[in-house]
């Protein structure tokens, strides 16, 4: 507490403020109504994930399948590895109030995207556009949108292909259609994102120290492009 706070509430009031807190909390928050509520109403959100988990199951396996059955015709796997997850409960929040969606289930598959996430790595790029367009030529793929950030990089650099598409999940007695957000790299691009990615985190940077980084980490990106460019090159001769 600072000492303002602490003029409005002298010594020993700091205590019982602490115990009106969880007093409050027990009482309220914690009773059996409420919890009950809570339960009844966090089915159907535990529901739609469990819908979204299962969509990003779906999308894995194809991709597995891929990798396994173009590895004979290659002889090495196109596939470094797969990276899923469900968004997490604060940042589809805090997507929903920036994009102002209405606070109910169906706006969210409407307008969240990337509910559902998987990241395909890859090992060389021509291997990201052989994979999706197999993959996006699967009979039981629907393509929502899809945007080419390695042809055309994001100003910070960000190089990636990114698909949404959706996946028909079959449920007990349904068949549902999820939306997935694909995204594919190369080890290299991915390597970069993540650090690329941190520098977000860092508020507390002077605004030309900030300045100097995104402009380093831009002409890695580049530096990066070339690089898997010319391994392309030397898989391709070794390969001839
Ligand atoms: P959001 O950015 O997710 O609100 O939606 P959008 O429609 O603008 O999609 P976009 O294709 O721009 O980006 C979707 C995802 O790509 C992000 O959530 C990140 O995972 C990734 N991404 C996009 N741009 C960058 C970038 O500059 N750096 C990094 N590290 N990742 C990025
Ligand atoms: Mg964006």
Redesign the pocket.
Known sequence: MNEEENMLFPVGMENSLSTYREDFVRENLMSDSFLDFVEENTKPIDQLFAYYQCAIMEVETKFRVLDESLSVELERNPIESIKSRVKSVDSLLR?MRKKNVALNLAAIEENIN?VAGVRVICSFPDDIYEIASAFLAQDDITLIAR?DYIKDP?P?G?R?L?LIVEVPIFLKDEKRNMKVEV?FRTIAMDFW?SL??KLHYKHDLPPERAKALADELRDCAERIEELDLRMQAVRNECHE
């Open positions: 997507k990337d945007k994001k910070s960000y990636s990114h995204q994102a690329e990615h």
